[in-house]
T-cell receptor, first 112, second 117 residues
Framework: LAKTTQPISMDSYEGQEVNITCSHN???????ITWYQQFPSQGPRFIIQ???TKVTNEVASLFIPADRKSSTLSLPRVSLSDTAVYYC?????????????FGRGTQLTVWP | DAGVIQSPRHEVTEMGQEVTLRCKPI?????LFWYRQTMMRGLELLIY????????DSGMPEDRFSAKMPNASFSTLKIQPSEPRDSAVYFC???????????????FGPGTRLTVL
């Protein structure tokens, strides 16, 4: 299973773009990259998922370089409500026995 | 849909007591997951079921922990006997499909905060 490494914490100000990078050097061919968001006292919530290049939805963008050994979650113009923990996960889509590791994630704090 | 439902939301018990956490997954979801979250270890997968059958229980810490899924709409996580180090937030999640398949996005419940004194 591919291990992921992401910063423990990040700080930003309202209105700025935030980029959180995750390293997954041992990612396998069948692995997809998924990001979840967790607010205090709530369970994690799915944000975005991708396999390669760029994926964009109404919440965020996910950039994945050609070698797929890292990925970057981009949050445009963050607000105070984006303060949360963000988890990068790599999961095997080739087997129903695959499992996802959440780890400790990145605590993003947005300041006024 | 009401989402994943967990009960109780908070549980305080004394060491040695039995604790039972309950989960109702989203209707139609075939996979169910139990996670434990602590400051030290983050969010850890304990066990997951597919079509009511336990598929991967390698994350269950020890024999004091057991999980059942008697039907598609109900699951329990039991700790007997409980210990102070079991204090954590326990999350239940469900998904349409198992990890690795399309539509495998997990939807989490609000969690149960367990305190063992």
């Amino acid at each position: 299973l591919a291990k992921t490494t992401q910063p423990i914490s990040m700080d930003s100000y309202e209105g700025q773009e935030v980029n959180i990078t995750c390293s997954h050097n041992n990612i396998a061919t069948n692995d997809y990259i998924t990001w979840y968001q967790q607010f205090p006292s709530q369970g994690p919530r799915f944000i975005i998922q991708g396999y390669k290049t760029k994926v964009t939805n109404e919440v965020a963008s996910l950039f994945i370089p050609a070698d797929r050994k890292s990925s970057t979650l981009s949050l445009p113009r963050v607000s105070l409500s984006d303060t949360a923990v963000y988890y990068c996960l790599v999961g095997d889509r080739g087997s129903t026995l695959g499992r996802l590791y959440f780890g400790r994630g990145t605590q993003l704090t947005v300041w006024p | 849909d009401a989402g994943v439902i967990q009960s109780p939301r908070h549980e305080v018990t004394e060491m040695g007591q039995e604790v039972t956490l309950r989960c109702k997954p989203i209707s139609g979801h075939n996979s169910l997951f139990w996670y434990r979250q602590t400051m030290m270890r983050g969010l850890e997968l304990l066990i997951y079921f597919n079509n009511n059958v336990p598929i991967d229980d390698s994350g269950m810490p020890e024999d004091r922990f057991s999980a059942k899924m008697p039907n598609a709409s109900f699951s329990t996580l039991k700790i007997q006997p409980s210990e102070p180090r079991d204090s954590a937030v326990y999350f239940c999640a469900s998904s349409l499909a198992p990890p690795g398949a399309p539509a495998d996005t997990q939807y989490f419940g609000p969690g149960t905060r367990l305190t063992v004194l």
